[in-house]
């Protein structure tokens, strides 16, 4: 990929949720790492490469008509699903593919903060263009040991890291690409989700083989989402663990499961350390403070007087 199709001043810092295996929670993750940016004041894009799945893409749309359709104010982010070539020729597909990604990257120049990426999941060549422009790179992955195959080969006797696997070793190849082309690299954060499945045993095994790989081929391993019906529960309405209490109570999807989700979600955002911007944070907040206490919405005087207030001298 021509890395100078997408280089621009002031970049926004882009969150790809990258795993070829299915069923890891990639598109759960991504919506929620979106929202919680967005609930941050940051202004947010959300691209879908999985222009077969879509579901990202049907996730964003569900939220937008179920906010209409209730009269809800729910956080959107700008969104673009990429389509994959479709002619006979794979040189002709990779072509449009490059086109039409570097052009949805280049619209959020100026436009977005973040730019949270969800890809197929298998290998495809705009999961690689993905990962080579990646600042964060968040891979959740089942905590089970056919899930682990992605990362590693695993000793089917000791349970011990033997070797890197097909997935690893693409991203190996990306860090790669990318220092040569720009000389920067990204951070790589490893999800253990679903961490109630496994015996106590067996989640020893996965943790220490991942703790083993993390210093081979140096990614961070953080606890991600736990087993819970709510993620399930809230697509059809594009809801998050993270909206209003006040929303998910109009439509009917509050529960104990969905409070201890969205403060799941909380920690692994702070957890990933991404870089907010601070001020957008404060407006937030205190448009947030606003919005509680008054029945008006905010106008642009009191939204810059109450950041006057809360930023420092």
């Given amino acids: 990929m021509d890395m100078r199709g997408v280089a621009m001043d002031s970049p926004p810092h882009i969150v790809v949720v990258g795993n070829e295996k299915g069923g890891s929670g990639k598109t759960t993750l991504a919506v929620h790492v979106a929202v919680a940016l967005l609930k941050a004041g940051q202004r947010v894009t959300t691209v879908d490469l999985d222009s077969r799945q879509r579901s990202l893409t049907h996730y964003m749309d569900n939220r937008r008509a179920w906010a209409e359709r209730l009269g809800m104010r729910l956080e959107q982010s700008e969104h673009v ?24 990257i280049a619209r959020t ?76 690299d990204f951070d790589w954060v490893v999800l253990r989700n679903r961490l109630a ?73 702070q957890s990933l350390h991404l870089p907010l911007d601070h001020r957008r944070e404060q407006r937030a907040a205190a448009q947030l403070v606003w919005m509680q206490a008054h029945d008006s919405p905010l106008v642009p005087d009191d939204l810059l007087a109450a950041e006057m207030v809360s930023s420092p001298r």
């Fill in 197 to 269: 499945v496994l015996g106590s045993r067996h989640k020893r095994c996965i943790g220490d083989d991942l703790v083993d790989l993390s210093r081979r081929i140096n990614f961070r391993v953080l606890d991600g989402m736990a087993e819970r019906v709510a993620y399930r529960q809230l697509f059809p309405r594009g809801l998050t663990a993270l909206d209003h209490p006040a929303e998910l109570r109009r439509a009917g999807d509050v529960s104990i499961s969905t409070s201890a989700a969205g403060r799941e979600i909380m920690r692994l955002i």
């Fill in 109 to 184: 120049q100026g436009r977005a903060d973040f730019v949270v990426i969800d890809t197929p999941p298998q290998d495809s060549y705009l999961m690689r263009l993905a990962h080579l422009i990646a600042d964060t790179l968040i891979t959740p992955l089942n905590d089970s040991f056919l899930d682990l195959d992605v990362l590693a080969a695993v000793d089917p006797v000791t349970f011990e890291v033997a070797g890197t696997s097909h997935y690893a070793e693409m991203v190996r190849s990306a860090r790669r690409k990318r220092r040569a082309a720009d000389g920067c």
């Fill in 81 to 104: 699903c990429v389509d994959r070539g479709e002619t006979p020729r794979v040189d002709w597909n990779e072509r449009t593919e490059l086109d039409a990604f570097q052009h949805a």
